[in-house]
C-alpha cells in the first residue's frame, strides 16, 4: 500500500532498520500533498493496512511503517526539523 502512486506521484522509498519502511512523496504543492492522503484515505477504505505514521509537511507526505519494531526517533528528528523550515 505505501508504495502506490497517490494522487499521480510515485513514493521515493526507503528501508531502515532492516525492517521499517519510509515513503517519500513530494508534489508541487501544499495542496498536492493534501490529495495525495485524501488519495490515500481513499484507496485504505476498502484494504487492511499495517500499522504506520503519516505526515504532512508542505508539499511533502511521508509514510512511516515500523513492522512491529521499536520506532526509530531519526524519523521524528527528520519530521520537526522540516516543520521548522516552513
Known sequence: M???NLNGVAPQASTINESQLISIYIYSSSQ???DGA???ENKIS???VVPH???LVENILLFY???GSQKDE???LVIEE???LQ
Open 32 to 34: 498536492g500533498a493534501i
Open 46 to 48: 476498502t484494504a487492511g
Open 53 to 55: 505514521s503519516r505526515y
Open 74 to 76: 531519526r524519523i521524528y
Open 2 to 4: 505505501f508504495l502506490r
Open 82 to 84: 522540516m516543520k521548522s
Open 65 to 67: 511503517v515500523p513492522e
Open 38 to 40: 485524501k488519495d490515500f
